[in-house]
């Protein structure tokens, strides 16, 4: 029998499973960009990880205060936030990957590196329980 976790303490696994990857991850891509000559490349690749961790942490904290709230706008608020974040993460993103060319494109390449590894770490588990329970699609 598997005990039932609470929604924080699954959200804080979540998060420290995909800090690890993003990590790993950041340590191959230097471990063989810089012998190419692409260090300054690496490093602004891990900043993309490290913007799209923020992004899953911050969205982490909006899910678990949306549960918890009270206010009949909370859906307004919650979509409002979503776009707010996402956005200052681009303008952040695309700043870099324009200030710093080319190395800072980088920054783009780490945070669609990060999406791919968080859909990857949020299928695996889904696709898995789909096949223990035997849903059909």
Do not use: C
Not at 52 to 65: K, P
Not at 97 to 118: N, Y
Not at 121 to 133: A, D, G, H, Q
């Amino acid at each position: 029998m598997i005990p039932e976790l609470s929604p924080s303490v699954q959200a804080a696994a979540s998060l420290r499973r995909l800090a690890l990857i993003a990590a790993g991850i950041g340590v191959v891509g230097a471990a063989v960009l810089a012998p190419l000559g692409y260090l300054a490349l690496a490093l602004y690749g891990w900043v993309g990880l490290a913007l799209g961790l923020l992004n899953i942490a911050l969205v982490h904290r909006s899910a678990a205060r949306f549960a918890t709230s009270e206010d009949s706008h909370k859906k307004r608020r919650s979509a409002g936030g979503v776009l707010g974040r996402l956005a200052a993460i681009s303008l952040i993103a695309v700043a870099i990957a324009a200030l710093v060319r080319p190395d800072g494109l980088g920054v783009l390449m780490g945070l669609v590196t990060f999406q791919f590894v968080m859909i990857i770490t949020t299928l695996v588990p889904l696709v898995k329980e789909l096949r223990r329970t035997g849903a059909q699609a």
